[in-house]
């Protein structure tokens, strides 16, 4: 069994900032990539950021420059910092993560809950 439990999603001003986190828990052998997705009503899920386990990063061309997201692969747990929202970043966020989880002998997805993050004035 594998958890991911999602904090930090809340009400902000345009222009604001907001930390995501997400931890990481269960029967895990490793975890290769974590990253954060997003889906805003009426549209389909999408990639906001991601990052392996040797640090390399990847982020949605609308997020550059504005959200950072890093990991402690100690603690199995990834966030992301996101500044200078815009009212089209609100999306309910989910945490990912791709792991090794026995007795499976592959990588597998596992998501987190979701988390609201609203940018409104």
């Known amino acids: 069994q594998v958890q991911l439990v999602e904090s930090g999603g809340g009400l902000v001003q345009p222009g604001g900032s907001l930390r995501l986190s997400c931890a990481v828990s269960?029967?895990?052998?490793?975890?290769?990539?974590m990253g954060w997705y997003r889906q805003a009503p009426g549209k389909q899920r999408e990639l906001v950021a991601r990052?392996?386990?040797?640090?390399?990063?990847n982020y949605a061309d609308s997020v550059k420059g504005r959200f950072t997201i890093s990991r402690d692969n100690a603690k199995n747990t990834v966030s992301l910092q996101m500044n200078s929202l815009k009212p089209e970043d609100t999306a309910v966020y989910y945490c990912?993560?791709?792991?090794?989880?026995?007795?499976?002998?592959?990588?597998?997805?596992?998501w987190g809950q979701g988390t609201l993050v609203t940018v409104s004035s």
């Open positions: 990912n993560t791709n792991a090794l989880v026995p007795p499976r002998p592959y990588d597998m997805d596992y």
């Open positions: 269960g029967s895990i052998l490793s975890i290769k990539a």
């Open positions: 990052i392996t386990s040797s640090g390399s990063t």
